[in-house]
Structures are given as structure tokens and as C-alpha cells.
């Protein structure tokens, strides 16, 4: 069934769900914002979230307490500083303990491969060594068959719902993106279900190098949603905010602080638009 | 001869920009460098900046080849993609360039270090209840691996370089004689580390770092209150060559720019 078009509200609330598995990912770029802020409007909770590098947008979802359990395999506020409400988490357990499930990018990268490619485990000449390795049951070793070399097996991710952001979507719901595409693809297809924010519809795809296209029967939803990536950034679309992630060191690092920000920018402003339009109240160039 | 004191009077520097300039010169010729973020990918972008202008930058986002010409705040910064001559998915990276041996050196930064060049990225204190929580071990685990050889640079401090650490997040040399000699045959893991202070080098005979040369300015004392082992200085210790003039204002102007392009 091809991917219908659906609002960004109806989407969450159809596809994710109290207790579900879910991967907003991105990989710097193309970083589904409007999405994590739309969960935390809606009050998800007890969510097992999934993705190799949480940054900002995981750092809302757990502090607004949406979150049980994170897997992930590096979580920091890139060029700025730490994830204060992910660490108050983890040091504290405020506003209550997160389960962790960490890897190494490389680990996690070939998770999402053997989930996308339907197999049970991926292998990779890994984790050699590491306190990691000794604590995760998620680590194991195998022998090659055929060589005889030691490598590392590490288990398929289990997702309900992946969300990605791209670029364009075309009429009939394929979408394009470009520029870092991260492990986007791998999570749409390691999904039960999954959501796409674009930032447009057009008639047809102009190419584009190191173009990425998932088909539209992949895709669940697509919502169109401009700027969705905001902080973040689409490539040919809008220019990553550094000056945020600068900022949001501030603001993350104060619970107070953190839940003012949040109450004024997401849980009191209706959808996307209205997010970047409370920022731009305030000074904030977006 | 005076005019010559005067030139190099003028020459200052801060800790950290000796660090990047030092680390910088690590690379050279046509290495195919894996560069990890902040501290190591500002001596990256210096080194191609100025002597070894054919280095081939990878970043862990995909980006091959990529030519920024200022400090990105992060790997996934448009300037590496737009500039790369591929971009591939996050998978590749690590299948196909990383894990089979496409990459000659990977340039790591770290919070804390010990004398083999193990790595802790991950927490301080505690693991269940650290006092610190890190962000955890990104793609450092499998770089210190499968790269040719590895260079680490970070600020030099007791709280860094630490006799135990707390966590081994990523591997450096392994105390085990052979697990060492099944690594060599994928990688020849951390061979150099660069700080603020100092250089320290991998020496196979102690199979510790040693401390091979001091910044001008810096003593062996003050390099021994901020080690919190007590590590080797080299019998062949040097004092490293101080920041041209070339150097600095390669490494001023793309900070400069970094700056203001926010």
C-alpha cells in the first residue's frame, strides 16, 4: 500500500504508540524535530527510543519524561556540550531512571542493517576488548565458519515505528533525500512502520548526487512539514542553527529552566508552525 | 640577529594551539584520515591547510573526501557534505571504508586516556550511577581497530590521564600479548598522543606511551604533576618545534571564519 498523506498530529497519534519501540533518526542532518515535539505534545510515555546519535531533540523526549529506555551508541549536543536532561537521567534518575542500551556506531550500523535485511543478528570485526563487550548482552561472539575468526554478533533492532525526515515527496508518496543521509534508509526498512516529514511535494524528482529514494509503499505517512528539521538542517533548504545547540546548553542544563522552555515552545504552541513562530517572538533567528 | 628575536617574539601561541599544530604535522603526504570531531578535526583541517594539502579527510557521517575550509561544529556539518567526493550512508562508512581496512590513520580526541591509549568516552565513576555520565563510544571503539594506526590528542591533565580508567570504551594496545599480535593484523592502534603540553609516543619495548618531546616552556615536572601514572619520559627527549607563523594564521583564519559564519 503506498504511503498516504497525513498531518504531522495525525500521523504520531496513529503510528506511535504508549510503550513502542521508535527511532526518530538522522545523523546530524535531516533530524526529525517537529516530530519528537509532536510525541511530547501528544504524552507518549514508557517509549523504548532508538538511534545512533541522540542529540537535542532526544534530550526533550527524555526530560519531558517520554522515555523508558534508550539504545543508542553516542549521546552529546554536537560542537557544544552534553545532553543535561539525558544525563540527569542516567546520573540521577530525574524525572525517573532510563534504561540504556549503548553500542558502538558501528555496532548499531549493522543492528539496523541485519534488521533492514530481515536476520536475526548482523556480524562485525568489533568491541574487541571493551568494558562494552562485557556488560551488554546484546554483545556476543561467533566463530567464522569458514575462516575461523572471532567476530562479533550483535542482535536485529526490533522497531514499531521509524520517522525520518527528507527532502521531497513526489505525488505518489515516494520521497527523496539528500546530502548526509545517515541510516535513515535502514530504519525505514527496519520498521513495522514508519513516517516521513518532507519538506515539500513536488510533480518529479530532479537527480540528484548521492541521491537516497525509498519507494512509497516503504512509507506508512509522509507529512509535509517545512522546516521540520529545525534546529537541524535540510540540505538545499535551510542552514543547521549552531547558534541553537549552543544555546540549548542553557537552557537543558536547569530543570526549571529545561520545563519553561519546553511549556512556552511545545506544549502551548499547536504544530510546527507555531513552534518556529514562538521562537521568532522571542528573537530567535530561524 | 635582532630582527630575527623580534619576529619570534612575536610569535605566541596559546596550549591549544600548539596542541592543534603539533597534532596537525601528524598527518602528511597522502593519508587517508578518519577524523573524529572537535580537536581532531581542526588539526585535520590545518594539516590539509597547509603541508599536506593531499590528505584525504573521511568523517564518520559519511562524508569521503571532504574539503572544509572551516571547523565544522559538527560531523554532519553541510560544508563536509557539499565539499565531499562521495557521500555515503552511515553503514558504509563503517562496512565498507572502516572495518575493511580502507583508512590509514583515524584521529581520535578522548576524555580519558592510560598508558596503553586505552580510551574511556563513556562514564566516570560508577557505570550504573556514574558521576558523569559521557556520550559513550560513538565510532572510537572500531576506529583504534581497523585504522592503520591512530593518533589521540586531548588536553593534558591529571583527571585525563589516569592510571585505571573507569571505563574501557575503546581499545589501545592490549595487555594480552596475543590479543595484541591478532590486532596488529587489522591495525597498529594509538601510536601518538598530542596535548597541550606534550608529545607522547607508543614505544613497542615498555608498551607504554613515553613522553618523547615537551612543548618550549613546558618541564618534565609539569608534565609529571598532570600524568596520574608515572609515565616514561623518553631517553631521546626533545623539545617540539614551536607554531610557525605559517601555522598560526592557517589555524586563526579558518577559527576566525568558523566564527563567523554562525
Redesign the interface.
Known sequence: MNARPLTLSDAVAEFVHDGDTVALEG???LIPFAAGHEIIRQGRRDLTLVR??PDIIYDQLIGMGCVSKLI?????N???G??HR??DA??NGYPHPLEIE?????GM??R??ASASGLPFGV?????????SQ?SPTIRWITCPFTGEELAAVPALSIDVSVICAQQADRRGNVMMW?????Q??AVLSAKHSVVLVEEIVDDFTPH??A?VLPSWTIDAVSVVPSGSYPS?S?DYS??A??F?AQWEGISRDRVAFHAWMTNHVLETKDHAAFMESLTAIGVTT | MTEVAEIDTALEWTSDEIMTVVAARELTGEMVCFVGIGLPSKAAILARATHAPNVTLVYESGCIGAKPDRLPPSIGDGVLSRTADAVVSVPEIFSYWLQAGRIDVGFLGAAQVDKRGNINTTAVGEYDRPTVRLPGAGGAPEITTSCGKVIITLRHSARAFVEKLDFVTSVGHFEDEELERQRARHGHGPQVIVTDLCVLRYQPSSREFEVTSLHPGVSVEDVLAQTGWPVIISDDLEETAPPTKEELAALRRFSESSAHSR
Open positions: 545523523f546530524t542532518h545512533m546519535t543508542f551508541s553516542w549521546a552529546g554536537p560542537g557544544a552534553s545532553l539525558f544525563r542516567v546520573e549503548e553500542h558502538s556506531h558501528a550500523a549493522v539496523y542493517q562485525l570485526r568489533g568491541y574487541a576488548g571493551t568494558d562494552l556488560l546530502g548526509i543521509t545517515g541510516v534508509k535502514e548526487v548521492n537516497v538542517y540540505e542552514e543547521r549552531n547558534d545547540y
